[in-house]
């Protein structure tokens, strides 16, 4: 049991380029969701997926898509990078309070 | 606007002490309040999660507090470990039309040292 797992650890990326960051989890749960966490800004929700084919907004969705076609795996796409969204990405996975966060992908974009 | 706000925001305290921090929150309507451990460079992982009827809840060394009254939630931390060094995050979740709205603090950094 993996828990919930992120790829790539690490990136960098030149502004306009575009990227998927993956997420998966193996625990079965129906809603998963994005967050990015900033220097002295508490975690963002940028996306939400309630179960297979259903995706939602959240606080910060802009410059990001989502796809939910599988409840396995929750990609994140950035369409064209941009110096503001240099950040940390955690994806997660929740089955009623309980939520478990993904190992997190650190995002530079130059 | 739905606000959690935790202090301090960084601690420093000897390896065997005790410390306590603190989280208020405007968040409404409550549905339930969860303490996160998260280390440099990992994910946050739960502690503690209570609802409106819970006011303690303990996992180890871990003991949540919450006066839903007052809106407040501490975390006391018993005989402190090198390994408890890492950001305390308390997380406030309101109902909101069917699902629940999530809201993040941003953190208290503790460091214990020798």
């Known amino acids: 049991n993996a828990g919930v797992t992120q790829t790539p650890k690490f990136q960098v990326l030149k502004t306009g380029q575009s990227m998927t960051l993956q997420c998966a989890q193996d625990m079965n749960h129906e809603y998963m969701s994005w967050y990015r966490q900033d220097p002295g800004m508490g975690l963002r929700l940028i996306h939400y997926s309630v179960g297979a084919g259903i995706t939602d907004q959240g606080e910060v969705p802009n410059g990001y898509n989502v796809s939910r076609s599988t409840t396995e795996d929750f990609p994140l796409r950035l369409l064209s990078a941009a110096p503001s969204q240099t950040s940390v990405y955690f994806c997660?996975?929740?089955?009623?309070?309980?939520?478990?966060f993904g190992p997190g992908t650190r995002l530079t974009v130059t | 606007k739905n606000q959690v706000e935790q202090s301090p925001q960084s601690l420093i305290i000897l390896e065997g002490k005790n410390c306590t921090l603190q989280?208020?929150?405007?968040?409404?309507?409550?549905?339930?309040l969860r303490w996160y451990k998260q280390d440099t460079g990992r994910g946050p992982v739960s502690l503690t999660i209570?609802?409106?009827?819970?006011n303690t809840k303990s996992n180890g060394r871990y003991t949540a507090t919450l006066d839903a009254d007052t809106k407040q939630s501490s975390l006391h931390i018993t005989a402190s470990q090198l390994s408890d060094s890492a950001s305390y995050i308390c997380?406030?979740?309101?109902?909101?039309?069917?699902?629940?709205?999530?809201?993040f603090g941003i953190g208290t950094k503790l460091q214990v040292i020798p």
């Open positions: 997660a996975s929740s089955e009623g309070r309980r939520q478990y």
């Open positions: 989280c208020n929150y405007t968040v409404s309507p409550f549905s339930n």
């Open positions: 209570m609802t409106f009827s819970e």
């Open positions: 997380v406030v979740s309101a109902n909101s039309g069917g699902y629940q709205k999530v809201t």
